[in-house]
């Protein structure tokens, strides 16, 4: 029996049916794109299911126009393979020539979790940060900041928080309501301190002029888009005047018991710090099987990779499109075992994982070149 999905920017749960969201919150599906993305796993294999607005996105990067891409984290528990699709598409855009943000929501940690700004800074650097730089991401066109201080020069820090302020002028609580459902003073003051996160790089203090800006997001982020893009054409100042947001939305990375994953729930996620040990220990006792009770009955009846987590998770992970079809084609006629589907997994995940935690430790030596400097 499905479970009852919900679906908020705080809270996931139950059977995400994507299709029935694309037509709730009124996006598009990702139709044909040009060919640099086709290479790219995310989007080849549907991942990034789906936007608004994306076409002056690809314009901007086919004519090496100037664009933003807007994005932030929030710095709570260790860095896992979830928020990992996320990092692949901030060096995917970086490399098309995106000047990125990256905001570290200490602000909203604060506001809605009751985290220390110190904590998030330590996480932020530690687990995130790091992570970044070994994925790939560079330094050049890259901004990262914190929401509780933006800039060390004044022009910046002030543009930044005054247009938060102006913000607020252009939202009910009604409005607020009927985007979030549950709301308090902390969520909302949140959600204006994200609407103008995704707006500033537009700033004259900033990029100088309105320029196509898009926030790739997990599909539970949208309210925060929607009300940013809603409030931001209601200013008509010659000051503040702003091309419409855009976004992309990305499917999420079922945790290993199923549902999305938590990072309250340790057992629910691969971190990308874990040794192969607890590797292999979290996807065999923890990775939901879509396999029969039994290994005769399997042999019969085949497996269903469809719910198989360890089937899903490579499809994020295998990029030999062949070699995953014939691992789906194994699983679902029953040559293919549980146990035997669990292992590819874990070889995959602990052979990508060594390289990367290599990469970690050099990262270190780069951190202050990530350090918003003005």
């Not at 996931?12 to 598009?28: A, M, P």
């Not at 990262?144 to 252009?170: C, D, T, V």
């Not at 469809?306 to 899903?312: C, M, P």
Request: glycine share 6%; net charge positive; charged share 30%.
């Amino acid at each position: 029996m499905a479970k009852k999905s919900i679906v908020t920017p705080w809270e996931v749960k139950g059977d995400i049916d994507y299709d029935k969201l694309v037509r709730e919150f009124g996006i598009s599906p990702m139709k044909e794109l040009p060919s640099v993305f086709n290479k790219n796993l995310l989007f080849r294999r549907n991942k990034v299911f789906a936007h608004r607005d994306i076409q002056r996105i690809l314009e901007a990067a086919k004519n090496k126009k100037k664009f933003v891409m807007m994005t932030g984290l929030m710095p709570t528990g260790k860095f896992h393979i979830g928020h990992m699709i996320l990092a692949q598409q901030m060096i995917f855009y970086q490399k098309l020539g995106a000047k990125l943000y990256i905001a570290v929501a200490d602000v909203e940690s604060y506001l809605t979790r009751g985290q220390s700004l110190e904590e998030s800074k330590k996480i932020a650097i530690n687990e995130y940060i790091l992570n970044y730089i070994a994925l790939g991401l560079k330094p050049e066109n890259c901004e990262i900041y914190f929401q509780s201080n933006r800039s060390k020069e004044p022009k910046k820090a002030n543009a930044y928080y005054r247009l938060q302020n102006l913000l607020s002028g252009h939202a009910t609580f009604n409005e607020f309501k009927a985007v979030y459902g549950d709301i308090s003073p902390g969520k909302m003051l949140a959600a204006l301190l994200q609407a103008a996160d995704m707006l500033h790089p537009q700033l004259s203090e900033f990029e100088g002029e309105p320029v196509p800006t898009f926030i790739p997001v997990g599909i539970d982020q949208d309210p925060h888009i929607r009300l940013a893009r809603d409030i931001s054409q209601r200013i008509r100042t010659q000051k503040f005047r702003f091309v419409q947001l855009s976004s992309t939305y990305h499917k999420f990375i079922p945790g290993l018991k199923g549902g999305k994953m938590s990072a309250s729930d340790p057992y629910s996620f691969i971190a990308l710090t874990d040794p192969p040990e607890e590797v292999k220990k979290k996807v065999n006792k923890y990775a939901f099987s879509g396999g029969q009770a039994t290994v005769e009955e399997h042999r019969k009846k085949g497996g269903n990779p469809e719910i198989d987590v360890s089937y899903q998770w490579l499809t994020f992970f295998e990029e030999d499109d062949k070699k995953l079809k014939k691992i789906y084609n194994d699983y679902k006629s029953g040559k293919l075992l549980t146990g035997e589907l669990k292992q590819i997994l874990i070889d995959k995940l602990n052979s990508f994982l060594k390289e990367h935690q290599k990469k970690r430790e050099k990262a270190r030596g780069m951190l202050d070149k990530f350090v918003l400097k003005g």
